[in-house]
C-alpha cells in the first residue's frame, strides 16, 4: 500500500488550496479514504473522511463548510479541497486508509496559511 500526498504549500488567509492523494498497492474503490492533519506540538487529528464508494462524507467542526472531501475511483486518487483558509489549517496534512487491520498513511503535505 502507498499513499502519496501532493499540493500543499504557502496560501494567504483566505486562499485556497486543493490536496491529492494518490493510491496504490489496494483495490482503491474498497475502501473509505480520510485526510488527517498535525498541527505543530498537537495531536493528529481527523479533518474529513469518505466512504469507498465517495455516497458518505464527514467532516470534523473546524473545517465544515470550508473543505470538501473527494474520490476518484477510476484515478484512485482522493482529494481535499480547502476554501477559506486560516492560519489555524496550518499543519501537515496525512491521508490514510485502513486495511486489514492496519493503518497505512502518507509521507504528509504541509500546508501554511500566513499573510
Known amino acids: 500500500v502507498q499513499l502519496v500526498e501532493s499540493g500543499g504549500g504557502l496560501v494567504q488567509p483566505g486562499g485556497s488550496l486543493r490536496l491529492s492523494c494518490a493510491a496504490s498497492?489496494?483495490?482503491?474503490?474498497?475502501?473509505?479514504m480520510r485526510w488527517y492533519r498535525q498541527a505543530p506540538g498537537k495531536e493528529r487529528e481527523l479533518v474529513a473522511d469518505?466512504?469507498?464508494?465517495?455516497?458518505?462524507?464527514n467532516y470534523a467542526d473546524s473545517v465544515k463548510g470550508r473543505f470538501t472531501i473527494s474520490r476518484d475511483n477510476a484515478k484512485n486518487t482522493v482529494y481535499l479541497q480547502m476554501n477559506s483558509l486560516k492560519p489555524e489549517d496550518t499543519a501537515v496534512y496525512y491521508c490514510?486508509?485502513?486495511?486489514?487491520?492496519?493503518?497505512?498513511w502518507g509521507q504528509g503535505t504541509q500546508v501554511t496559511v500566513s499573510s
Open positions: 490514510h486508509t485502513r486495511r486489514r487491520g492496519v493503518n497505512y
Open positions: 498497492g489496494f483495490i482503491f474503490s474498497g475502501y473509505a
Open positions: 469518505i466512504s469507498s464508494a465517495g455516497s458518505s462524507t
